[in-house]
């Protein structure tokens, strides 16, 4: 035992070491940095901006919490650390220890840790970040519950690598985490009514959890409202505007279905904030100019079109120009019809790429191939799929 404690106090000294520590400490900042590019992409968005915290939080491992996890886990021998010396020791734990450096980004609902955590994980993908642990998503912490979490590795511009935790926590997980944390599981002192302090515990936690839905929906509600003052607020704005007065039959039902066909449209409620604004400050709103595109199927979207509700179509066109610039009707149809198939076109590809080099080594008989009669056939149902799909997105547009 003697010798275990002195490899450990050995350990102990080597990571305590002031130029280590400043090692460390200069990753953490490199890494916020990432995260925090990350949080500012996603804080742009209006459906996360306001319930996402800004601030990151950070914590290198301290001496007494490495010391007990080396012990717990056994690191001495599992990492062979008794006959390393100094560097040799900390680059292992620096390259092993899962997580050296915790970063937790918080936000106020439980259901969003889902949709920021998945996204996370793409970004930190995208800058070159290994992921260690992310076939193992299913985490739950000691009382049961899932926790968002993932183990990665970081490799610095001196090409040192770096063991980084990072958790998405709502606030209600977040601090019911730190009072459970201290009161059940690292307690030190021995407590018999244990068992039963955590049962009491796991049923609150199962009541502020529903707290925490019943919140959510009223925050979704009040959104909703907000959206929805906009959208009173754009009639009332527009609806002496000359370009719609020669269209005097616009109803309040083109204004609904102009709304549903502005949800597809990029930087949509951007454009809208900044057309409210300049209206009420009494200055020039500039129509915005949308990119350009290619659409090849042209078939397509001729066979839309002549199933589409013309009148209704050319309504929601006269709206939507007072936002954006349109050459024509037709052009306003290419952008709708374009942003609707884009995500499915995007699909379509990556489907493609994966079957093209799942059959790079198949053999090829010739009388195989498809035909040419076969190949239109093909593409007449791709057709007919694609014109069902615009149609049950978009069923006020279907001619009756």
């Known amino acids: 035992m003697e010798k275990d404690n002195t490899n450990l106090d050995k350990i102990m000294k080597y990571y305590s070491k002031k130029k280590f520590q400043d090692s460390i400490k200069n990753a953490a900042k490199e890494i916020e940095n990432i995260l925090n590019n990350f949080l500012e992409i996603e804080?742009?968005?209006?459906?996360?901006?306001?319930?996402?915290?800004?601030k990151i939080e950070n914590r290198i491992k301290s001496i007494d919490s490495l010391k007990e996890k080396i012990e717990r886990k056994d690191y001495c021998n599992k990492w062979k650390l008794s006959s390393k010396s100094e560097s040799e020791t900390q680059k292992i734990i620096c390259e092993n220890l899962p997580d050296?450096?915790?970063?937790?980004?918080?936000?106020?609902?439980?259901?969003?840790?889902?949709?920021?955590?998945?996204?996370?994980?793409?970004?930190?993908?995208?800058?070159?970040?290994?992921?260690?642990?992310?076939?193992?998503?299913?985490?739950?912490?000691?009382?049961?519950?899932?926790?968002?979490?993932?183990?990665?590795?970081?490799?610095?511009?001196?090409?040192?690598?770096?063991?980084?935790?990072?958790?998405?926590?709502?606030?209600?997980?977040?601090?019911?985490?730190?009072?459970?944390?201290?009161?059940?599981?690292?307690?030190?002192?021995?407590?018999?009514?244990?068992?039963?302090?955590?049962?009491?515990?796991?049923?609150?936690?199962?009541?502020?959890?529903?707290?925490?839905?019943?919140?959510?929906?009223?925050?979704?509600?009040?959104?909703?409202?907000?959206?929805?003052?906009?959208?009173?607020?754009?009639?009332?704005?527009?609806?002496?505007?000359?370009?719609?007065?020669?269209?005097?039959?616009?109803?309040?039902?083109?204004?609904?279905?102009?709304?549903?066909?502005?949800?597809?449209?990029?930087?949509?409620?951007?454009?809208?904030?900044?057309f409210l604004g300049k209206k009420l400050l009494k200055e020039n709103f500039m129509r915005k100019n949308l990119p350009q595109i290619s659409i090849n199927n042209t078939c397509i979207i001729d066979n839309i079109k002549k199933k589409c509700d013309l009148y209704k179509l050319k309504n929601i066109y006269v709206i939507a120009n007072i936002l954006f610039t349109f050459d024509s009707e037709d052009n306003f149809f290419r952008y709708l019809f374009y942003y609707f198939y884009k995500p499915i076109k995007t699909s379509q590809e990556d489907d493609e790429?994966?079957?093209?080099?799942?059959?790079?080594?198949?053999?090829?008989?010739?009388?195989?191939?498809?035909?040419?009669?076969?190949?239109?056939?093909?593409?007449?149902?791709?057709?007919?799929?694609?014109?069902?799909?615009?149609?049950?997105?978009?069923?006020?547009?279907?001619?009756?």
């Open 43 to 54: 804080l742009r968005e209006p459906n996360l901006k306001n319930i996402v915290l800004k």
């Open 100 to 274: 050296l450096i915790g970063f937790r980004i918080n936000c106020y609902f439980k259901e969003t840790e889902k949709i920021l955590f998945s996204r996370l994980k793409e970004y930190l993908k995208d800058n070159n970040i290994e992921l260690e642990d992310e076939k193992d998503e299913n985490h739950k912490q000691n009382n049961g519950f899932p926790i968002e979490k993932i183990a990665c590795k970081y490799v610095n511009k001196r090409k040192q690598t770096f063991c980084f935790e990072v958790q998405v926590k709502s606030l209600l997980h977040d601090t019911w985490g730190e009072v459970e944390h201290k009161l059940i599981f690292k307690g030190k002192e021995f407590d018999s009514r244990k068992s039963l302090k955590k049962d009491i515990i796991d049923e609150i936690y199962n009541i502020l959890a529903g707290v925490d839905k019943q919140l959510e929906s009223l925050y979704k509600y009040s959104h909703e409202k907000e959206n929805d003052a906009k959208k009173d607020l754009f009639y009332i704005l527009i609806k002496d505007n000359s370009l719609l007065k020669e269209e005097i039959n616009i109803l309040s039902l083109h204004y609904e279905n102009f709304f549903c066909i502005l949800k597809e449209f990029d930087s949509k409620y951007e454009v809208l904030d900044e």
């Open 353 to 400: 790429e994966f079957n093209q080099e799942d059959d790079a080594f198949s053999e090829i008989n010739s009388s195989e191939l498809l035909t040419n009669k076969n190949i239109k056939n093909d593409e007449n149902d791709e057709n007919d799929s694609i014109t069902k799909s615009f149609f049950e997105k978009f069923k006020f547009l279907l001619k009756k």
